[in-house]
Nanobody, 127 residues
């Protein structure tokens, strides 16, 4: 299984970015795919997730990105996108995508529940 995250960059506060996670080597539709981020000196934290087929491809978000970020998946292309709008300086972090076929709904926000991780893409939001 391989995950490739892309789309990060340097933007100003209020701008938008679209991250993409491309997956290979897995039955993609069966996997829950999440985005996590890690800022310098901080723990890796949950951002958003979209479940696999078994749980109806449902999206979930951490509270402080609700209404600003949208997660979506394209099962035909084995990709998950994270559309990020109204970016804030506190969104600055390395963003990682992660995938797992057996994470339960109550644990989608826990990084340790995911077996597969991409390499991360840097998002920097200037004020």
């Amino acid at each position: 299984v391989q995950l490739q995250a892309s789309g990060g960059g340097l933007v100003q506060a209020g701008d938008s970015l679209r991250l993409s996670c491309a997956a290979s080597g897995l039955t993609f539709r069966s996997y829950t795919v999440g985005w996590f981020r890690q800022a310098p000196g901080k723990e890796r934290e949950f951002v958003a997730v979209i479940t696999g087929a078994r749980n109806g491809y449902r999206p979930y978000y951490v509270d402080d990105v609700k209404g600003r970020f949208t997660i979506s998946r394209d099962n035909a292309k084995n990709t998950v996108a994270l559309e990020m709008n109204s970016l804030k300086p506190e969104d600055t972090a390395v963003y990682y995508c992660a995938a797992d076929s057996s994470v339960i709904l109550g644990a989608v926000s826990i990084p340790e529940q995911y077996d597969y991780w991409g390499q991360g893409t840097q998002v920097t939001v200037s004020s």
